[in-house]
């Protein structure tokens, strides 16, 4: 796999910008509690859409889009009731995260 000198420098360039905001907020977590809960400052948005997809991951979508493949398309369906349930698990645990 070949990187051309973009690519490498855009990865360079984001690792020193995610350093960065780490050194510039490292001083104002106090606990391992707060640092778990953001202190607190975490839209309820960003909570529900980051509990979403690490409940639908990656391998999770690419395995539901093969099984359709296989399957058929009438599965499409099914794997509905699938997401809703990930989708009101989210809604019901992102607020109690906060707490």
């Known amino acids: 796999m070949y990187f051309s000198s973009i690519d490498i420098g855009i990865t360079i360039v984001y690792f020193a910008f995610v350093l960065w905001i780490d050194y510039a907020s490292m001083h104002k977590v106090k606990s391992f509690s707060d640092y778990v809960v953001g202190s607190g400052n975490i839209p309820?948005?960003?909570?529900?859409?980051?509990?979403?997809?690490?409940?639908?991951?990656?391998?999770?979508?690419?395995?539901?889009?093969?099984?359709?493949?296989?399957?058929?398309?009438v599965i499409i369906l099914g794997l509905f009731g699938i997401v809703l349930v990930q989708l009101i698990a989210a809604w019901y645990v992102a607020p109690r995260i906060r707490k």
Do not use: S
Request: aromatic share 6%.
């Open 44 to 73: 309820m948005l960003l909570v529900f859409a980051t509990l979403v997809a690490t409940i639908a991951g990656g391998g999770a979508t690419i395995g539901r889009v093969a099984y359709i493949r296989t399957t058929g398309a």
